[in-house]
């Protein structure tokens, strides 16, 4: 029998695991919309838990890195946690379904592959969507309401975060990059998606928005694309007056 059975003590260690993903997602989001210099002035105003997140995201790279470690074991928390509770039943419906027909390894196999699927969307919607949703309308009130339970949960992952460091370090010797390097390129990306979390909060109306995607697309555009054809040009004499000029001006544009 290769489908484990439901162990209750596993399902809770995995459902923790997932309440740990799901609360540092929430908290980078939360960060990502209001910046690094609103928590500053937060915190000018006097407000404990501001300090609190701007200890724990000025060091960028660790911050950066555990929220990725953390999104790793999450995916990997739901999968087990599927497979705990749904595999052998489902298997069992495959088995008395369809196994004659494609056979028991296909059937396995088949049986993995849906789970599979399915914990993909699960954790999507729990570890993506959710905390996008969760604090797409006051980031500020949820990063400063989660910020003392986070700092407990991001001190105790420090041994986690140590140990993934210490395998990854022979492959980025060998690659030639410093895990103490806390340098970050931003790319357009980047900067597009913090843009939409800023709209979802509220802080760009749609005209901002539009300005600010024309700033992305300026740089793209070549002059000939934006030169008036010589033929589309209206000339005006040498000897017209500037009251002619004018008119000319406004009439045609060119």
């Not at 069992?92 to 056979?103: H, K, M, P």
């Not at 407990?152 to 103490?180: E, N």
Request: hydrophobic share 50%; proline share 4%.
């Amino acid at each position: 029998n290769l489908m484990l059975d439901p162990d209750p003590a596993s399902i809770i260690i995995t459902l923790l695991f997932i309440a740990f993903t799901i609360l540092f997602q929430v908290f980078d989001e939360a960060f990502s919309i209001i910046g690094e210099a609103r928590v500053h002035e937060i915190e000018e105003d006097g407000n404990r838990k501001a300090r609190i997140i701007r200890r724990i995201t000025e060091q960028q790279h660790r911050f950066t890195s555990r929220v990725r470690i953390s999104t790793v074991f999450g995916a990997v928390g739901i999968a087990f946690c599927f497979e705990r509770l749904f595999g052998k039943p489902f298997y069992a419906i495959l088995r008395n379904g369809i196994q004659e027909v494609i056979g028991p390894v296909w059937t396995l196999l088949l049986t993995y592959l849906v789970l599979a699927v399915a914990a993909v969307f699960v954790f999507g919607f729990l570890c993506c969507l959710l905390p996008r949703r969760l604090v797409s309308r006051e980031p500020e009130r949820v990063a400063l309401a989660i910020a003392p339970v986070f700092a407990a949960m991001y001190t105790l992952s420090y041994p986690l975060y140590g140990l993934c460091a210490l395998f990854a370090y022979p492959f980025v010797r060998i690659a030639g990059v410093s895990l103490h390097d806390e340098s970050e390129a931003v790319t357009e990306e980047d900067i597009r998606e913090w843009m939409d979390y800023g709209e979802e909060a509220g802080n760009f109306d749609a005209t901002q928005m539009d300005m600010l995607h024309n700033v992305f697309e300026f740089d793209d555009i070549t002059a000939a694309e934006i030169m008036t054809p010589r033929i589309d040009v209206i000339a005006i004499d040498v000897n017209d007056t500037l009251q002619d000029v004018l008119k000319l001006a406004v009439e045609n544009g060119y």
